[in-house]
């Protein structure tokens, strides 16, 4: 004779394919208040919850494409934040260059005992440096461009500018 | 009415409307679930909907077509819901919904409020199971859905779903029994 255990996998395989109950489990069901309670609680589970769930969750119709729309504008923002400071960086790091090749500069005037090597060295960053700030103006999109490109020329700061792209 | 590749097709053309007819089509399906999975809590409902559908909308153009979107949708929402849950620790969520729950009857009139009282109280046990436990019942016994359909949304075979299904709806029975709870 099966237990109510074996009844419970019957009826659980009923409620996942669909197969009908047998005349066994049947008189089962009858007599059995447990396994009766176990069928009831899953077999009418799907119209009463559905239709329940719907009442509940009734009141979350409010879509929120509108925020998504205001979240895609957040990126925008964002993105054009990240140029900002993009070319706020650009500008800075010219400016330090600047200061720092002046500094050299007068370094090279007063002493004479650098490794002629690095002078030369430092003496064409240094001019580059004086030149690129003549052209720069920080507001100008052309100027951007131009510091952009001399910082990739002369391979400094790639890992600042990272990946900077103009609009 | 378009089918919702037909939908897709337009939205990757660049049609938002397409997207938003597209999520609308599942509107109710995605918050009964989240009702579930999120155990009923408003709040959380309404941030995991808005990640859903912000993800949603700039990852639809992977949709290859390999299942139907509904089932496809199901597994977003789904995965969106547990990384909301490992996320957020879902201890002060149940403490919300409990509160929720308790509060939002307030000024119902009598009958309404035993009727739904005891409904949220069948939901209150349900939420007590475990996430995975849930989404199982969820899906067979609320949603109707195939083994094989469950199968492809929580990515198991379906053997494994249905010896799952199996235990959760006797822990579930269980909780509802040592509750006194009788399903009419």
């Not at chain 2, 009702?35 to 290859?64: A, E």
Request: proline content about 1%; charged content about 30%.
């Amino acid at each position: 004779m099966n237990s109510c255990k074996a009844f419970q996998e019957q009826i659980q395989n009923f409620l996942d394919d669909g197969k009908s109950l047998t005349p066994e489990l049947n008189d089962h069901l009858a007599e059995c208040a447990t396994c009766r309670n176990f069928y009831n609680t899953f077999h009418g589970m799907n119209a009463k919850c559905k239709n329940e769930l719907n009442k509940k969750t009734k009141n979350i119709q409010k879509f929120v494409f509108e925020n998504i729309g205001k979240k895609e504008n957040k990126v925008i923002e964002f993105k054009k934040a990240s140029v900002s400071y993009a070319r706020a960086t650009a500008a800075a790091v010219i400016v330090v260059a600047v200061m720092s090749g002046s500094t050299m500069l007068l370094k090279f005037n007063d002493v004479g005992d650098y490794d002629p090597f690095i002078i030369a060295e430092n003496k064409q960053f240094v001019e580059e440096v004086f030149n690129i700030s003549c052209l720069i103006d920080i507001d100008s999109e052309s100027s951007v461009e131009v510091a952009n490109e001399w910082f990739q020329d002369i391979g400094l700061v790639e890992e600042i500018l990272g990946d900077f792209e103009l609009n | 009415m378009l089918s919702d590749i037909k939908l897709i097709e337009q939205f990757n053309n660049g049609d938002n409307k397409a997207f938003e007819k597209l999520i609308k089509l599942y509107d109710q399906d995605v918050n009964r679930m989240l009702y579930v999975m999120l155990n009923g809590n408003s709040d959380d409902i309404n941030d995991v909907k808005q990640n859903v559908l912000i993800s949603l909308f700039s990852s639809l153009k992977k949709f290859r077509g390999d299942s139907s979107f509904k089932t496809y949708l199901y597994r977003f929402v789904k995965n969106k819901a547990i990384d909301y849950i490992r996320r957020n620790s879902m201890e002060n969520s149940k403490l919300l919904s409990i509160f929720y729950i308790k509060n939002q009857y307030v000024e119902s009139p009598e009958k309404k409020f035993i009727e739904e009282e005891a409904n949220d109280e069948f939901y209150r046990h349900l939420f007590r199971l475990k996430e995975y436990n849930k989404m199982i019942i969820f899906f067979k016994d609320i949603e109707g859905k195939s083994i094989d359909e469950i199968s492809s949304i929580v990515n198991r075979k379906p053997g494994t779903v249905k010896s799952d299904l199996h235990r959760a709806r006797k822990k579930f029975h269980k909780i509802l029994s040592e509750a006194g709870y009788e399903f009419m």
